[in-house]
C-alpha cells in the first residue's frame, strides 16, 4: 500500500525550532518529487516547499524561505521538514505530499496524488 | 504568485443535484490546474488533475474542465459521501498556489 506518514509536530514557544519528518512506503520514494502543505486552523491550504527526486533542488513560500529547510534521505524513506524561528502563523497541520506527473504529449502536469494524514505544529508560549 | 479564486465560498445542495464549482486564475496557466477534496479532519484527496483529467479510483459523476484563467468542477449527481470542502490548485510555477475553498454542505 503506498503510504506517508507525518510525525514530530507538537507544542514549541515562539522562535524555536522543530523537524518534521515523512515517512514514505510502497513505492519507490527516490523517484519523485514531494511537497509539503500546511493547513492553519479553519483555514484553506497553503503549499509550502517542494524538493526534487534526488534532493539538489528546492523551493518554499515566502512565507518560510530563510526560516524552513527541506530535504530527504532517499536511503531511508524519508521526507524532513527543518523548522526555525517558528511564530504563531506557522501553526497549523503539516501534510507531506507525493508528486505525480502526467505527459501529456506536450506538457508535463504535475499534481499531489498521495498524502500522508497531517502531524500538527503548535506555536504559542 | 498566481492568485487563484474560487466561487461561490460555500453552497448548499441536495442528493441528486448538479454542482458547479468556479475556480479563476490571475493569470493563464493553461490546463495545470488540480481539484482537490477534503473533508473535516482528513487529508485532502485528488480528485481531477491536468483541468479535466480524472483521478484513477474517483467516480464518474466528477468532472473537470476549463483551461487559460477559468475552471470549472462539475459533481453531476451529489451523493452523501460528497459533502466536502474542494480546492483547486495551479501547478504552473512555483509557488504552487491554492483557491480558498468551496464548502459544499446539505441543503
Known amino acids: 500500500e503506498v503510504q506517508l506518514v507525518e510525525s514530530g509536530g507538537g507544542l514549541v514557544q515562539p522562535g524555536g525550532s522543530l523537524r518534521l519528518s515523512c515517512a514514505a512506503s510502497?513505492?519507490?520514494?527516490?523517484?519523485?518529487?514531494m511537497h509539503w502543505v500546511r493547513q492553519a486552523p479553519g483555514k484553506g491550504l497553503v503549499w509550502v516547499s517542494r524538493?526534487?527526486?534526488?534532493?539538489?533542488?528546492?523551493s518554499y513560500a515566502d512565507s518560510v524561505k530563510g526560516r524552513f529547510t527541506i530535504s530527504r534521505d532517499n536511503a531511508k524513506n524519508t521526507l524532513y521538514l527543518q523548522m526555525n524561528s517558528l511564530r504563531a502563523e506557522d501553526t497549523a497541520v503539516y501534510y507531506c505530499?507525493?508528486?505525480?506527473?502526467?505527459?501529456?504529449?506536450?506538457?508535463?502536469?504535475?499534481?499531489?496524488?498521495?498524502w500522508g494524514k497531517g502531524t500538527t505544529v503548535t506555536v504559542s508560549s | 504568485d498566481i492568485q487563484m479564486t474560487q466561487s461561490p465560498s460555500s453552497l448548499s445542495a441536495s442528493v441528486g443535484d448538479r454542482v458547479t464549482i468556479t475556480c479563476r486564475a490571475s493569470q493563464s496557466i493553461s490546463s495545470f490546474l488540480n481539484w482537490y477534496q477534503q473533508k473535516p479532519g482528513k487529508a485532502p484527496k485528488l480528485l481531477i488533475y491536468a483541468a479535466s483529467s480524472l483521478q484513477s479510483g474517483v467516480p464518474s459523476r466528477f468532472s473537470g474542465s476549463g483551461s487559460g484563467t477559468d475552471f470549472t468542477l462539475t459533481i453531476s449527481s451529489l451523493q452523501p459521501e460528497d459533502f466536502a470542502t474542494y480546492y483547486c490548485q495551479q501547478s504552473d510555477s512555483t509557488p504552487w498556489t491554492f483557491g480558498q475553498g468551496t464548502k459544499v454542505e446539505i441543503k
Open positions: 505530499a507525493r508528486s505525480e506527473r502526467f505527459w501529456s504529449g506536450n506538457y508535463y502536469y504535475y499534481y499531489m496524488d498521495v
Open positions: 524538493i526534487n527526486s534526488d534532493g539538489s533542488s528546492t
Open positions: 510502497g513505492f519507490t520514494f527516490s523517484s519523485y518529487w
